[in-house]
């Protein structure tokens, strides 16, 4: 009998109501080690519901949730949600424009916006490791106001490094980005999810082009509810991605990258 691998988060019939609006309805998901996840689906499928329970900043109103075995209500929450990695735009927009960027690494250690402390060297040899780790070494005494939004995602997954999550939670990471810019980002998230001991990567999306080969599996979500999940293989199909956006699509893998052609309406006359 093949044994399971350890659990890095596991969430099991989690629901979430706010007066009589349903936003999540008995969604379960096991993400173990070694696999890479992509979390997608139309706006308003419960994505952005998902992430917000997922690091404590939404309260479910019923099922559970555990980080490395360890559930939320029974551990503090505040200490779990630093075991998760968190890029998003909501970070990028908080970040100090005069603070370099090895400041901007050393404060995920501390889960800190506007690092104030003096950087120790220890703090600092380790962020100056991560820098180079992002490719990003020649960046480190350069502000935040004077980087390109590329180098800013790279900067903030170093951030959350710093802090050695065994998950790093990636939330539409090429918003904003010039398809070079997302082209290359997607490149070095790709060759960051191979390497070894890396953090579980959780790409949140709505774009199937961002899917890099390094992904393993795929979540589908729908009205706040799991419409498929399992591995990329058997989630990225045509069928299944019309019904996640509720529209006729054609889903093409091209050498592991994906493409997507929508057929187009019926014209109405007035």
Not at 88 to 117: C, H, N, Q
Not at 160 to 165: D, G, K, Q, R
Request: glycine share 8%.
């Amino acid at each position: 009998m093949k044994r399971k691998r350890q659990a890095v988060l596991e969430v099991c019939g989690l629901c979430v109501r706010r007066g009589n609006a349903t936003i999540l309805d008995n969604v379960s998901w096991r993400v173990e080690r070694g696999q890479h996840w992509v979390v997608l689906g139309a706006n308003g499928s419960g994505k952005t519901s998902l992430l917000s329970a997922l690091t404590g900043y939404l309260t479910p109103s019923a099922g559970e949730i555990a980080m490395l075995g360890r559930r939320y209500g029974e551990t503090d929450w505040r200490e779990l949600r630093k075991h998760i990695g968190l890029v998003s735009s909501s970070v990028r927009r908080m970040m100090p424009e005069s603070e370099p960027a090895l400041e901007t690494v050393v404060s995920g250690k501390y889960a800190m916006i506007d690092f104030w402390g003096r950087v120790g060297e220890a703090d600092r040899a380790r962020a100056s490791r991560i820098l180079k780790q992002i490719e990003c070494e020649y960046l480190a005494g350069r502000p935040w106001t004077f980087l390109s939004q590329g180098e800013r995602q790279r900067v903030l997954i170093g951030r959350a490094l710093m802090a050695n999550p065994p998950v790093l939670i990636l939330d539409e990471p090429c918003a904003g980005l010039d398809p070079v810019a997302r082209e290359h980002f997607l490149q070095f998230l790709n060759r960051l999810g191979r390497r070894k001991n890396a953090p579980t990567l959780v790409l949140v999306t709505h774009h199937v082009e961002e899917i890099m080969p390094v992904f393993t599996h795929a979540l589908l979500l729908k009205s706040g509810e799991v419409l498929a999940l399992g591995k990329k293989r058997d989630m990225l199909r045509s069928n299944h991605l019309s019904e996640a956006f509720e529209s006729r699509v054609t889903l093409r893998d091209l050498d592991g990258r994906y493409s997507l052609s929508v057929a187009p309406s019926a014209r109405v006359v007035i």
